[in-house]
Each structure stands twice: as C-alpha cells, then as structure tokens.
T-cell receptor, first 109, second 121 residues
C-alpha cells in the first residue's frame, strides 16, 4: 500500500481557496487517490476520487500531475463548516484503506 | 443511497462487561464491511475486515477473541467488545465497500457509519 504524507494542519479564512497537497511517491499503477473529510465524532465522508489529471465535483477539485506522485485537493471558497480533518488515501480496487494522520483544516472567520 | 448506520451511537459500560455494536447498510448489500477504531486526535486504525458468511480478517495486533466480529447477512455486521476495559474506550467506526454502484459510488469507495463512542468505566 502506498504511504501518503500530508501537512498536519492548515489555517485559512472564510472565502479563500484551500489547497491541500498529499505526497504518495510509491503509488502503484493501479492505485486510485481518494480524499475523505471527517468532522469530530463522525465517520469520514467521501469527497472526491481520481486516477490522473483533474477531477471536479460539486464540492472540490482534485489535481493529479502526470507522475501521480502527489495530488492536491482544492476546496473553493471555504466556510467555517469546512473545518475538519482531511484524509488522502491511495489504493487499488479491493485494497483496504490505510489512514494517515490527515490534515486538520481550521477555517477562521 | 449508500447509507451506513451504527447502533448504538454511544455506550457507557462497566469494566468487565461485553458490548455489541451493530453496523448496517440501509439501502445496499455489502459483502465486505470494515471496523476501525479512533482515539482522540488520532487517525482511524483498521481493526478487521468483515466478509459476509466467513471469518473476519484481523489486522496485526488486534485480538480476535476480544473483538468478536460477525457478518451474518449482507446488511449487518456486528462488533462485540468482550470483557471491556477502560483502555478499550474509543470511537468505533464501521464502513462498507460498494463496487461501482451506478450513480452512487466510485469504485473502491467506502461508506462510513456515524461511529459509536464507547466509554468503559
């Protein structure tokens, strides 16, 4: 399983765009990159998943460079309610998820 | 769709007693469910993989006789913490993997339950 590295914490202000980068230098050919969000005392919630280039949905964008050794989760115009821990996971179909420490995002007013 | 529930949401018990936590997939069938535990300010740690109709696969360091897992149907998995002690106090989260559920999930996506907070006195 590819190991991931993320910043432990980040601060931002309401209305700003937040970019969280995850490093996964030993990602395998068949691995997908998935991001989850977790609020205190709740289960993680799926945000976005991608394999290469760019993926966008209603809540976020995921940028993956050609070498796929990193990925960046982009949250446009964050609000206070986006304060949470964000996890980057890498794995193939059928592989179990290994959660790293995640990035604790604090959105300030 | 793809909702996972857990019951109870929180439980307090005395040391030495056993506690059962249920994980249900409400609107889909899950052949594989996972159990995690999470201590305060820490990440999720996978405890075991639960497969319907077969024995669970436990991660290294997790005592299978202490954390009993049963996956008797495609919509229900249970985790029983036997002879619970204060050090077992934690947030227990289950998830279910759904394969290419059209219009709902991405491949290898896991849907997580809301978690169960266990406090052992």
């Amino acid at each position: 399983l590819a190991k991931t590295t993320q910043p432990i914490s980040m601060d931002s202000y309401e209305g700003q765009e937040v970019n969280i980068t995850c490093s996964h230098n030993n990602i395998a050919t068949n691995d997908y990159i998935t991001w989850y969000q977790q609020f205190p005392s709740q289960g993680p919630r799926f945000i976005i998943q991608g394999y290469k280039t760019k993926v966008t949905n209603e809540v976020a964008s995921l940028f993956i460079p050609a070498d796929r050794k990193s990925s960046t989760l982009s949250l446009p115009r964050v609000s206070l309610s986006d304060t949470a821990v964000y996890y980057c996971l890498v794995g193939d179909y059928g592989q179990n998820f290994v959660f790293g420490p995640g990035t604790r995002l604090s959105v300030l007013p | 769709g793809a909702v996972v529930s857990q019951h109870p949401s929180w439980v307090i018990c005395k040391s030495g007693t056993s506690v059962k936590i249920e994980c249900r997939s409400l609107d889909f069938q899950a052949t594989t469910m996972f159990w995690y535990r999470q201590f305060p300010k820490q990440s999720l740690m996978l405890m075991a993989t639960s497969n319907e109709g077969s024995k669970a696969t436990y991660e290294q360091g997790v005592e299978k006789d202490k954390f009993l897992i049963n996956h008797a149907s495609l919509t229900l998995s249970t985790l029983t913490v036997t002879s619970a002690h204060p050090e077992d106090s934690s947030f227990y989260i289950c998830s279910a993997r759904v394969w290419g559920l059209a219009g709902v999930s991405n491949d290898n996506e896991q849907f997580f339950g809301p978690g169960t907070r266990l406090t052992v006195l």
